[in-house]
């Protein structure tokens, strides 16, 4: 009667053990419903404050008001602002923020960000995971092209050369 007493309580001992280890198991692995970063070909939704279809383009900035890469990227949102033709129809270039309207206008004015916002932009329809990212959109609502992070020389060319028109 001992060894049978002792024969479950090993296996209950087990049972849970293996039970306990799941739980810890499933709540450290990774998540297979992780977002899937912004990508070519992509179809955003509907954004409140943005319509695709009023340019022929749109560049997006996806910003956050605490994110200190975006800050940093600042001064090149800046000369992208200062490239754009004034009065030209082609192309918008508008910064989105997760942020409330409150953070967004101080952030836009500590930054001197020359742009239009976009305030509590749903970035999940934008497919953005990670701030700064830029996102040219065609007048359908279709990615064309996206940079996450901050960008390189290379890139902050390429895109001052398409913004400024020397480049499709």
Not at 38 to 52: C, F, S, T, Y
Not at 67 to 78: A, N, R
Request: proline content about 7%.
């Amino acid at each position: 009667m001992k060894t049978k007493l002792e024969g479950i309580a090993n296996m209950t001992v087990i049972v849970v053990a293996l039970a306990m280890g799941g739980v810890v198991l499933t709540r450290q692995a990774p998540s297979h419903h992780a977002p899937r970063p912004v990508a070519a070909g992509d179809r955003l939704g509907k954004i409140p404050g943005l319509d695709w279809n009023q340019h022929r383009r749109t560049l997006v900035l996806a910003l956050n008001s605490g994110c200190h890469y975006c800050e940093d990227s600042v001064p090149f949102y800046q000369k992208l602002a200062r490239a754009h033709p004034p009065g030209a129809d082609d192309l918008e270039i508008v910064a989105v923020f997760p942020n409330e309207d409150e953070l967004v206008r101080q952030f836009s004015a500590h930054e001197a960000l020359a742009v239009r916002s976009v305030a509590a932009a749903p970035f999940d329809k934008l497919h953005v995971v990670a701030t700064p990212t830029v996102i040219l959109v065609d007048g359908e609502g279709r990615v064309e092209r996206s940079w996450i992070g901050l960008l390189t020389p290379r890139q902050e060319l390429e895109l001052l050369a398409m913004v400024s028109g020397r480049q499709n």
